[in-house]
């Protein structure tokens, strides 16, 4: 059984910093892509931040250029999300997914995500 799961939300005030970290079993880690995504009250899911299977690759949403930065360990099977110059419009629950295919728009496997508030 696939199996991803988050931890290291909470709340933080503006500007601070949070670690996110998505732990995985049940799969062939090394062989999948990871993306992180989110989710706030009221609004659509939306992509964050995605890294190919040997970690050389990634992207981002504009809105976190430069204040986020994704990165895996396939030895410990996690993909990890620092995020830095945290704004309240980053309040989100935060899940992350993973697919073989790092193009694609479509992932397999979700965590039940993990909350981030940011106060103003």
């Known amino acids: 059984q696939v199996r991803l799961v988050e931890s290291g939300g909470g709340l933080v005030q503006a500007g601070g910093s949070l670690r996110l970290s998505c732990a995985a079993s049940?799969?062939?880690?090394?062989?999948?892509?990871v993306g992180w995504f989110r989710q706030a009250p009221g609004k659509e899911r939306e992509f964050v931040a995605k890294?190919?299977?040997?970690?050389?690759?990634?992207d981002y949403t504009d809105s976190v250029q430069g204040r986020f930065t994704i990165s895996r360990n396939n030895a410990n099977n996690t993909v990890y999300l620092q995020m830095n110059s945290l704004e309240p419009e980053d309040t989100a629950v935060y899940l992350c997914?993973?697919?073989?295919?790092?193009?694609?728009?479509?992932?397999?496997?979700w965590g039940q995500g993990t909350q981030v508030t940011v106060s103003s």
């Open positions: 997914a993973a697919t073989p295919y790092y193009m694609t728009t479509n992932f397999d496997y």
């Open positions: 890294i190919a299977l040997d970690g050389r690759i990634a």
């Open positions: 049940g799969l062939s880690f090394e062989t999948y892509a």
